[in-house]
């Protein structure tokens, strides 16, 4: 087979894949679907016509995700800088700027995260306090059959859906990347997709504000998500030392523009991020390792531990400022509320730990489960961008008509005094009482998860908590997946810790005498099943529920035994929330292990063929051709091509897309070497990352049609490469570990026999 018939059948193979790729439209195709190119060109081959796989006209089904550039290119450029570093000791110098980097990203997202806090609080502040005298003025208090909460309610439908149509509609018609919690994108993103405008300016402003205007709003959801987000974009724009959202260069840390560097400094970001929404900053690293990272070294955690102490130190320091305290003594440090006893419990408890881990394992899966259904019908019945506001305003009403049926219909009146809330609303209950359902809706759900901790026993009444869990329950469900920035993390705990309370009640009625129940003991355990149930993680959220709650390490054990049964029977039902998020949106994330699938199969029975080759020393039109006809990101360099196969070449390298898009543009051809040659450096490539132009923005060759490209320079001369004989399951491990983006398979003479990429583990 020729070279031209190779292109043709990669452009037949692409045209039977799943849709994601097309005929272009508005060219001229024969029927056939074939571009019919009539460029002039000596070369045979260069005449064939190639079929234009850029755009779609038929439906996705698949959306076409392309990988980052985990694998660093070590070419000519590259080990020229890097001898100049050398005589430059630059590399000590790189290394102590990388330390700096990581320090600012855990100031800076602090500081945003104490913005948004601080915001946030104040908003909040004044709607309950709003909502209290409302209630107080407007709710006739005495006559039972005299009950009226219409203008409450109706003030409190104007405070919820203002905020959140404001956020809806900024990330509806704004942002879209930014609804949701931001982790599975940011997950996606560390292990190696290209999540498009994932680390933008733009997406961090619209995060933030979303995630204020959704909390004050009073859905169900936190900022734990947003924030991690956020620390991800903080991290992407400094270390990148510019912007292109705003055009700027500051002309600092060039050295760290690639995705490999950029991958490290996002992890640090997202740690920062956690430690900044729970002020507990190694729960915030182990959160980024658990859930986030999928490649790490010792290095890289010492850094991220680094940043995440420092946003820790750094929120402390404001927030103490803010609440006019001497020191670091700020004690909101502990997001969930430090508890003043310290907790114990006994042996014979630990079964009934184990069997709340059971029913967390089971509320989660069902959960998810719930989850993925309504967000499935979301997508296929509510496409429109106003039917997606109007959705989460819609929700944002049910939950406040369903939290003010439950004050209208339910009386759990409680004396005051025993009152921990602010602002004790009296609501339908006598002088010197307040309402206990009011207590629970009438704050942010990071409050109320406080409240369910540390709220002294006999706060609440049974049917009171087991309304409040069943409505938060079905709320948050329907909440996480509307198009709003929120976190699902401070809602599940909610729940977990309303039913846990609700448990340690109903085992004190049935067993009055006991003395171990002690309800906030029972609401953490309850918390950290559920958080094990939907989330799935065991060492980072035990972590941060001690950090957050100011627990001791001994209660260590009975929380890891709720939260490892829980993730247990979870797991056997189906996939953590943020892989299921993941799995729904087909990214191709590739997972820890290689599936079982793969068992017994060879990298032959994977791979792609024939490929697309450049040889070292390619015509100029040639490359341009194979960049317009299709959409692959890397060739195989090859030389030594008989009968000008290309396809069947010895392998001397691999060069990316994005390379050759460069060498076009700034002409670096053989011809004018002389001219180019001094100035040309790994910078030239640099300069243009991260948003490389398109091969739409390379003019037609026209003269230089026939100018050479010597690849030898700018290629990266050691492109992982295996034997088509070799196990799936060991070139994953190979591919997984070093985050390739493509692997070449060789024939045992060296000479090319097929490629694989992301696509290949995941969809073959
Ligand atoms: P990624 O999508 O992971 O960023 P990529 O864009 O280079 O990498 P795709 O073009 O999306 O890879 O891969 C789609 C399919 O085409 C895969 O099955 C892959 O094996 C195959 N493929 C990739 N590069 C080539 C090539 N140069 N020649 C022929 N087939 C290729
Ligand atoms: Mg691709």
């Not at 290209?194 to 709003?217: C, D, E, H, W």
């Not at 600092?252 to 690639?258: N, P, S, T, V």
Request: proline share 5%; glycine share 8%; hydrophobic share 45%.
């Amino acid at each position: 087979m020729t070279d031209r018939e190779s292109l043709l059948n990669i452009s037949k193979e692409a045209s039977e894949d799943d849709g994601a790729i097309g005929v272009i439209s508005g060219m001229p195709t024969d029927e056939t679907g074939l571009l019919t190119n009539n460029t002039n060109s000596n070369d045979n081959n260069q005449t064939e016509p190639i079929f234009y796989v850029r755009s779609r006209t038929t439906a996705v089904s698949r959306p076409n995700y392309e990988s980052l550039d985990y694998e660093v290119c070590e070419n000519a450029l590259f080990h020229d800088e890097e001898r100049k570093r050398l005589q430059e000791r630059f590399s000590i110098r790189k290394d102590v700027i990388r330390w700096i980097i990581f320090i600012q990203i855990g100031i800076i997202t602090a500081l945003i995260a104490c913005t948004i806090d601080i915001i946030i609080e104040e908003l909040s502040e004044f709607k309950y306090k709003f909502l209290k005298n409302a209630v107080d003025n407007n709710v006739p208090m005495t006559d039972d059959s005299d009950r009226d909460l219409a203008i409450p309610f109706l003030y409190w439908i104007l405070l919820s859906i203002v905020p959140v149509s404001v956020g809806a509609a900024l990330v509806t018609y704004i942002e879209p990347i930014t609804a949701g919690s931001g982790i599975p994108q940011v997950k996606s993103y560390l292990n190696g997709v290209q999540i498009p405008r994932i680390v933008r300016i733009k997406t961090l402003a619209v995060k933030a504000a979303g995630v204020i205007t959704s909390v004050v709003g009073g859905l169900a959801g936190g900022k734990e998500g947003p924030m991690i987000h956020a620390g991800a974009v903080v991290a992407a724009g400094i270390s990148q030392g510019k912007s292109t959202t705003f055009v700027k260069d500051f002309r600092i840390f060039k050295a760290f523009r690639d995705d490999h560097e950029k991958r490290d400094f996002v992890l640090g970001g997202g740690a920062a991020g956690v430690t900044a929404a729970f002020g507990a900053p190694i729960g915030g690293m182990l959160f980024s390792l658990e859930e986030a990272a999928s490649f790490w070294n010792q290095n890289l955690i010492w850094r991220t531990l680094v940043a995440s102490i420092i946003s820790s130190f750094t929120l402390n320091i404001v927030l103490s400022t803010y609440h006019g305290l001497d020191g670091f003594t700020f004690t909101g440090l502990f997001n969930l509320g430090k508890f003043d006893q310290p907790l114990t419990f006994e042996y014979f408890e630990l079964p009934i730990f184990m069997l709340l881990g059971i029913a967390g394992g089971l509320l989660g899966a069902t959960w998810n489960f719930m989850n993925t259904r309504i967000n499935k019908f979301r997508k296929r019945y509510i496409p429109w961008k106003i039917g997606k506001v109007l959705e989460a305003v819609l929700i944002a009403m049910v939950g406040v008509t369903l939290a003010s049926a439950m004050m209208f219909f339910i009386s759990d009146c409680r004396p005051l005094g025993n009152d921990p809330t602010i602002h004790p609303v009296q609501l339908f209950c006598k002088d010197n009482e307040y309402n206990a359902v009011a207590a629970l809706w009438f704050q942010t759900p990071e409050a109320t998860v406080r409240s369910l901790f540390h709220d002294p026993p006999g706060s609440h009444q049974i049917l009171t908590l087991a309304m409040f869990t069943l409505i938060y329950y079905v709320l948050s469900c329907a909440t996480f997946g509307l198009n709003v920035s929120l976190g699902v993390f401070i809602p599940t705990a909610l729940v977990g810790a309303a039913w846990g309370r609700l448990v340690a009640m109903l085992l004190f009625y049935l067993f009055p005498e006991t003395n171990f129940l002690h309800p906030g003991k029972y609401a953490l355990i309850g918390a950290a099943a559920n958080l094990g149930g939907v989330l799935r993680m065991t060492i980072s959220l035990s972590v941060i529920l001690m950090e957050t709650t100011g627990v001791e390490t001994s209660f260590f054990f009975p929380l890891i035994i709720a939260l490892i049964t829980a993730k247990w029977v979870g797991d056997s039902f189906n996939e953590g929330i943020y892989d299921t998020q993941i799995e729904v949106n087909h990214v191709p994330i590739l997972p820890w292990e290689p599936i079982p699938q793969f068992k017994g199969l060879k990298a032959r029975d994977i791979m792609s063929k024939p490929v697309i080759c450049i040889k070292l020393q390619d015509k100029a039109h040639y490359i341009y051709k194979v960049l317009n006809g299709c959409n692959h990101n890397g060739f195989p360099v090859v030389d030594n091509v008989q009968n000008n196969l290309r396809s069947k070449g010895r392998v001397c390298g691999i060069i990316l897309r994005s390379q050759l898009i460069v060498i076009l543009l700034k002409s670096l051809y053989v011809e004018n070497k002389r001219f180019w040659v001094p100035e040309t450096s790994i910078q030239t490539f640099r300069d243009v990352y991260p948003r490389y132009p398109s091969i739409e923005s390379v003019r037609q060759l026209d003269n230089k049609e026939n100018y050479t490209v010597d690849l030898s320079m700018f290629m990266n001369p050691s492109p992982i490469r295996v034997n088509t004989h070799d196990s799936v399951p060991k070139i994953f491990q190979t591919f997984r570990a070093l985050g390739l983006r493509h692997m070449l398979a060789i024939t045992n003479e060296n000479r090319i026999a097929g490629i694989i990429t992301r696509r290949d583990f995941i969809y073959k």
